[in-house]
Each structure stands twice: as C-alpha cells, then as structure tokens.
C-alpha cells in the first residue's frame, strides 16, 4: 500500500519520526511541507494512506502547516493519519488540523497521535541533555513503533481530550500565528559571528540571505529555530521570554544539513 508522509521539522524530531514511520510502514515518499510553500492550488497526494508530521507550536500547528494542511485534498486517500512531535503537551494542535479539514468539508483524520520528544524552544525550556535527551529518544522510539503498528492495522484513533493545551492555544495561539513571519526581529546576532552562512543554508523556509557576511532575516519565518540551533558558534540569540543566551541548543542527533536543503527543495 503507497503512502506519502508530508513533514516539516527545524531541528529534526519530526523529520527523524516521519523516517521511523516510513521504514516500518514500507513504500512510503516522504515530502517536506517546507518544498510546496511556493507551489499553487490545491495538493491532491496519490496514496492511499496519507500522513502530516510536525511540530507543535504555541499549542498549535507551524503555520506553513496550517496553511499546507488547507490545501491538501484528501479524497483519495483512504486513510489519514497525523503525528505532531511536541516537547511537554500540544493534543490542541490535532483538533486544530482535524478543524481544518472539517471546515474544507474534507476527509478528517482516521488517526491522530502526539509524541514528546526533546523541547527545543529555550526560551521557555532548557533543552534536555545527555541521559535525559536519550531517555526521551528512546521513550519515542517505542511510541513511534506503537503508532505505526496502529496505522498498519488501520486503526482508528481519535486526537484525544487536551484540556491543558486546548486552553494554552487558546489564549497564545492566534497572536503567534499572525506575528510569526516577523518573529525573526527578535533574533540578535553577536560579534561571535563569523559570516559562515550555516544559518541561511538550515533555514527550511529559505527566510535569511547573507549581506556582508552576516544573516538577514527576511520576515517570512516559522520561527522553527533551525538558525539558532545550527550555528556553530551560538552567535544567534532569541530575545524572548528568557531568552536563550546560556540556554543550550538541540538537534536531533540524526538530523544533517542536506535534511534541511532538502526541506528547502534547494538540493
Ligand atoms: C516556536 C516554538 C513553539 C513551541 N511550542 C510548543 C508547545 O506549545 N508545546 C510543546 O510541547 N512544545 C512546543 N515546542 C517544542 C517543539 O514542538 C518540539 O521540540 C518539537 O519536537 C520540535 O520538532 P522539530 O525538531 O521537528 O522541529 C515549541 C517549539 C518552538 C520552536
């Protein structure tokens, strides 16, 4: 049975599940969200078993998720399935995908799944580390072997109650979506900058150019942190809630540049 899995990742936990899911699930594309921002109309996936993979954000969806997720048609497929990756608590985020196809009288989800994985917004949590990280890793590893198993079996799983996190988007949500793609005005650079251009190539949305050997973001951002997390000097800091100066920096282990030029669709 064909299966396409549309993912989008900065720092590549839902990438490294949309990967696990395909292996276990056999003939299975997968495509970055990130590739179709700029394509027109309509997305029609011929498989017959579809999948999104994301993060959550704010307890919601990365807008280019939300935007993507109102273009896709899913008449054809036969089964859907969504999986968001999140770092404490986000189930609001499947109720807002599953909205968005019921507003667009489309086909909602047969099966709809949260996994946590490590954090990776310092300014409101230190990412975990060392033993941590791997304990929540490897926690995810059975989770996603669980999830695959139910969508091999068809099964058909409900978003779940999420009293928490359908209260926290409630309150955050609609200002973070309207103001995300300027949200890279609170980005600061520091002298430690060495003009590498590493940010501007990890930006899955292509949002940061290189003028004079230093990052210009250019008000289209997911604010993903995929440019604080990958510069190899710690020069990009986000000036929210308590910053992230001192605050560490994540990726998951598996993820490599090439992953996020590919997002792009620039390679
Ligand atoms: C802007 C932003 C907002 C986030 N909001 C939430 C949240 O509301 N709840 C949560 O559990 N995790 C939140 N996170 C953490 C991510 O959802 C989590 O680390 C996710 O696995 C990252 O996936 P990725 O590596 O594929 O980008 C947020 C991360 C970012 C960058």
């Known amino acids: 049975m064909k299966t396409i ?7 590549g936990n839902s990438l ?9 699930l ?6 970055p969200i990130a590739s179709l921002r700029n394509t027109p109309g309509e997305i029609l996936p011929e498989a017959e078993r579809v999948g999104i993979v994301c993060p959550v954000y704010d307890s919601g969806l990365p ?36 909205g968005i196809f019921k507003e667009r ?31 929540i890793l490897d926690a995810a590893d059975a989770r996603i072997a669980e999830m695959a198993g139910k969508i091999q079996d ?5 978003p779940g109650f999420a009293p928490i996190s359908g209260v926290v988007k409630r309150i955050t949500y609609g200002s973070f979506f309207r103001n995300v793609h300027d949200a890279d005005r609170s980005f ?7 003009g590498c251009g590493t940010c501007a190539k990890a930006c899955p949305v292509g949002n940061i150019t290189i003028v004079d050997n230093r990052p210009v973001w250019q008000h289209r951002c997911e604010l993903c942190c995929a440019c604080l997390h990958f510069c190899p000097v ?3 800091n986000l000036n929210m809630v308590q910053g992230t100066k001192g605050r560490g920096r994540y990726r998951h282990p598996d993820l490599r540049m090439a992953d996020m030029e590919l997002q792009r669709g620039s390679i």
């Open 5 to 11: 899995v549309y993912y989008f990742s900065g720092t």
């Open 154 to 158: 068809a099964k058909h799983v409900p």
């Open 188 to 194: 600061s650079l520091s002298e430690n900058c060495t």
């Open 26 to 31: 056999g003939e299975t594309e997968i495509v």
């Open 16 to 24: 490294a599940v949309a990967k696990k899911i395909s292996q276990q």
């Open 234 to 236: 710690e020069a990009i």
């Open 63 to 98: 807008r280019i998720v939300a935007e993507f997720a109102a273009r896709l048609n899913l008449s054809q497929a036969g089964y859907t399935f969504a999986i968001v990756t999140m770092g404490a608590l986000g189930v609001a985020a499947l109720h807002q995908l599953n």
């Open 105 to 135: 009288k489309k086909k909602t989800l047969d099966a709809a799944f949260a996994v946590k994985m490590p954090g990776n917004f310092p300014p409101i949590g230190i990412p975990p580390t060392g033993s941590k990280k791997d304990a």
